[in-house]
């Protein structure tokens, strides 16, 4: 079955870059995503790379996909304290609509 | 509605009673996914439906839970006899199943909390 797994913390200065990174096992994955989660809210989708890309950027936001060694990056320009929260890596597999999440990696971006 | 909407967003109940939560996607979306979010843990996917078809119950743990949607409206999770084990937050989502991607909108949870 298919797997995620994410840093479980990453602590960060406010104006650093912040780089969050996702490994998966199924090579069939189509889609994978980047949610925030703040507290007590529910899970906003970031961003989403499709397999046949290596890169996407948004914003303050660059996704870089490694196909071949299956890992996921999601990298935040200018970290600002409203950007503490947790990062969840989710994966779609072809013919499925279900997302696999990751265990979510606690980004604390302190002044 | 302009989003997906849970209640209630805090459930407190004894062990042994019957709850049941609500979930009401966005108007349009054919797909509606409840997930369970243990303290500390990543998300835990529960059940899948897509429109009339039969829903993918693969994911609920026992057969205390229990999950109905009517057509592309409501949904209600409901378990039974609850156990400790069971506190966690409930998150529901739904996305629209066209188009090359499919990200879900997920709600705010309901946070239960079996004592």
């Known amino acids: 079955g298919e797997d995620v797994e994410q840093s479980l913390f990453l602590s960060v200065r406010e104006g650093d870059s912040s780089v969050i990174n996702c490994t998966y096992t199924?090579?069939?994955?189509?889609?994978l995503y980047w949610y925030k989660q703040e507290p007590g809210a529910g899970l906003q989708l970031l961003t989403y790379i499709f397999s046949n890309m290596d890169m996407k950027q948004d914003q303050r936001l660059t996704v870089l996909l490694n196909k071949k060694d299956k890992h996921l990056s999601l990298r935040i320009a200018d970290t600002q304290t409203g950007d503490s929260a947790i990062y969840f890596c989710a994966e779609r597999q072809v013919g499925y609509s279900t997302l696999t999440f990751g265990k979510g990696t606690m980004l604390l971006v302190s002044p | 509605g302009a989003g997906v909407s849970q209640s209630p967003s805090n459930k407190v109940t004894e062990k042994g009673k019957d709850v049941e939560l609500r979930c009401d996607p966005i108007s349009g979306h054919t797909a509606l996914y409840w997930y369970r979010q243990r303290l500390g843990q990543g998300l835990e996917f529960l059940i899948y439906?897509?429109?009339?078809?039969?829903?993918?119950k693969s994911g609920l743990p026992s057969d205390r839970f229990s999950a109905e949607r009517t057509g592309e409206s409501v949904s209600t999770l409901t378990i039974q006899r609850t156990q400790q084990e069971d506190s966690a937050v409930y998150l529901c989502?739904?996305?629209?199943?066209?188009?090359?991607?499919?990200?879900?909108?997920f709600g705010s949870g309901t946070r239960l909390t079996v004592v």
């Open positions: 439906f897509q429109g009339n078809s039969a829903p993918d």
């Open positions: 199924d090579s069939s994955s189509t889609y």
């Open positions: 989502a739904s996305s629209f199943m066209q188009g090359a991607n499919y990200g879900y909108t």
